[in-house]
């Protein structure tokens, strides 16, 4: 989510939801479906389906069009979905055929709840600064030994982009997150490009984390 710093009346810092991002996926909510329902995905997919057993509990988490969500279900796992816009959990609840929670990132509360959660190209719109918060919360909610997946635009860049707020990260400023919040093992790691036709030439930034034992 986008969020910005101001301050509250007795001079602390409160970090405010700007509702850029969200704003732009309750408008886009169609043509953002129409982009990536249907893509072939299931490279990353399957990788991650590997570390966990079969049945396992997973949380799609940002879960967009609900693409994954329908995929993880049609292969015998069971899931819980979330997305912090209201139009997408429409979607979504569509699309996967299974009641999907609105909420934001920062509203995660559950513990060791899941076999493995699945961030895909959604934690991205998280600042940097709240980023080792958020996964410490995704790190929580997963069972000991409980599989992460994120992914991140790879490179530098962090701000509003084309109506959304991105943090992109690099192998070397995703590690230094993952040190701060402690207690993850990386299974894997790997640059991909964009499976969306026409876009193959934007690189992602795809981790797979362990919660340690």
Request: a negative charge.
């Amino acid at each position: 989510m986008n969020f910005i710093v101001s301050l509250k009346d007795d001079g602390s810092i409160e970090n405010m939801n700007t509702n850029t991002t969200l704003d732009y996926y309750n408008n886009n909510a169609h043509s953002f479906t129409t982009d990536t329902l249907d893509v072939e995905f299931s490279d990353i997919q399957d990788r991650f389906l590997t570390e966990l057993q079969p049945g396992a509990l997973i949380l799609d988490f940002g879960c967009g069009s609900g693409r994954d969500s329908r995929y993880f279900l049609q292969k015998g796992y069971r899931v819980e979905a979330c997305d912090g816009s209201e139009e997408m959990v429409k979607t979504a609840t569509q699309n996967a055929g299974i009641p999907v929670k609105q909420m934001l990132f920062s509203e995660l509360d559950e513990q060791e709840q899941y076999d493995g959660i699945f961030a895909c190209a959604s934690i991205l719109h998280v600042p940097s600064a709240e980023l080792p918060d958020i996964i410490g919360k995704m790190k929580k909610a997963v069972k000991k030994g409980g599989v992460l997946y994120v992914s991140f635009k790879h490179g530098t860049f962090e701000g509003v982009r084309n109506g959304r707020y991105f943090t992109d990260q690099t192998e070397e400023s995703l590690k230094q997150i993952l040190d701060q919040v402690g207690g993850l093992d990386v299974i894997s790691t790997g640059i991909t490009g964009d499976v969306r036709p026409g876009r193959e030439d934007e690189k992602w930034l795809n981790t797979l984390l362990r919660r340690q034992g």
